[in-house]
């Protein structure tokens, strides 16, 4: 195996990691990662190989578990609870659950809700330059999750920076400040959401919370600590994705110059697809291998990492004309960018509504939208969103 290496951290790359999956793909399916010391397929064929292969998966085998610091239990304890870091029988269990209460009918049904969001949030617009980014593609995603849930909408900011504290867990500018802030966090989200849970156990409304509550599988049903895992999975997978996926899709938009066809009804869903292809928010998701296999020439042992590179798979000029070209009138096909197999994200469909209504709207009422500065990607690999989004109207 071929070794590449690149650190995660280094400003340049941060900007635009894909030259370097360019190089990587060249070389071979896996390469092995120095800088993270594990196999990476950059390949869509392996990619997609490794998301379906059962004998891969998220969940640490259990021997290789080892004792952890104190200081992250509460962060440890809401992950235990997580389906993202579950395996058979366990995850299936909780997804059949959690889609009997999160259904397309419910997501849908957030349409009209969010139309209506996406305009007030216009109408409130500056003048002057502005960050398009807190103006607006936070805000749509963020607030749609908090009605979905039922959560106030007004604790939406405090939601935002518990979700930033817990998600800074996985970037690989990792410190032990960000330790303690992530635990500070997953414990004080864990307090609020037992009070709220505890509410709607009593009083019930239309949300998804009360819908989480009663939803019941051959009389199974999610324990206190499961719906609220999953909740605050949902809150922070929907932050993370559908603000970065917003945020980068204007951006290549103002960048490339923007079609008014590719908004339109017809060609809404495609221009999606693209973005998501074209710059996706998350480039890299990581398996455990459960036995010895005999991938592309690497022989795993169980409890070997590899590292899945979405953002290099949704480029692969093998799987992909012009691969690097931004065209969203090119045929859309399945691209990496929410997972695949058993873990292919529950939020996908409804962050691909999110960006089918809040794009049209967004140029429609703003058809003169121009960038005020460069964009910059923040430092927070292997996520990749901008920092700010800074426009003018």
């Given amino acids: 195996m071929k ?25 071979a399916g896996l390469n092995y990662w120095q800088d993270y010391g594990m196999p990476a397929a950059f390949r869509r064929a392996a990619v997609h190989a490794i998301l379906r292969d059962r004998r891969f998966g998220r969940e640490m085998p259990p021997e290789m578990a080892k004792p952890t610091p104190t200081h992250l239990a509460p962060f440890l304890a809401v992950e235990a609870h997580s389906m993202l870091e ?29 139309t209506a969001l996406c305009h007030s949030l216009i109408d409130a617009f500056p003048n002057d330059p502005f960050d398009l980014l ?3 593609c936070t805000q749509v995603p963020v607030i749609t ?11 939406a900011p405090q939601l935002l920076s518990w979700s930033h504290d817990m998600v800074a867990m996985y970037q690989a500018a990792r410190t032990k400040d960000t330790e303690h802030a992530a635990a500070r966090a997953a414990q004080e989200f864990t307090n609020f959401l037992s009070d709220y849970v505890q509410q709607r156990r009593t009083t019930p409304a239309e949300d998804l919370i009360t819908r989480l509550i009663a ?4 009389g199974d049903k999610l324990s206190n600590d499961e719906l609220i895992g999953t909740c605050i999975l949902l809150l922070n997978a929907g932050h993370e994705a559908s603000v970065h ?14 079609d008014p066809a590719w908004l339109a009804a017809e060609g809404i869903e495609n221009l999606v697809e693209e973005i998501l292809r074209y710059d996706p928010p998350l480039h890299m998701f990581t398996r455990y291998a459960y036995e010895e296999i005999d991938v592309m020439g690497h022989r ?21 004309d012009e691969a690097e070209v931004f ?51 923040s430092n927070s690999y292997h996520f990749h969103g901008l920092t700010r989004l800074m426009v003018t109207r």
Wanted: proline letters at 9%.
């Fill in 327 to 377: 065209d969203p009138t090119r045929p859309a096909r399945t691209n990496m960018s929410f997972g695949g197999g058993l873990h292919f994200c529950v939020g996908a469909p409804l962050a691909r509504l999110e960006m089918q209504i809040a794009l049209p709207i967004l140029f429609a009422r703003c058809p003169n939208l121009g960038l005020a500065a460069a964009p910059r990607y």
């Fill in 86 to 114: 579950a395996e058979p029988p366990r995850h299936t269990r909780l997804r059949k659950l959690v889609m009997r209460a999160f259904t397309s009918r419910e997501v849908q049904a957030q349409e009209t809700g969010i």
């Fill in 134 to 136: 807190t103006a607006y």
């Fill in 215 to 218: 939803a019941e599988e051959e």
């Fill in 245 to 258: 996926a917003l945020g980068n899709g204007v951006k290549t938009l103002l960048q490339h110059g923007w």
């Fill in 3 to 27: 070794t590449v290496s690149q650190s995660p951290t280094d400003p340049a790359f941060v900007q635009d990691p894909y030259p370097f999956y360019e190089k990587a793909r060249a070389q």
């Fill in 145 to 155: 999750i908090c009605r979905l849930l039922g959560v106030p909408v007004e604790m």
């Fill in 300 to 320: 795993f042992q169980r409890g070997d990492q590899v590292a899945l590179l979405l953002a290099s798979a949704n480029r692969d000029p093998a799987a992909e």
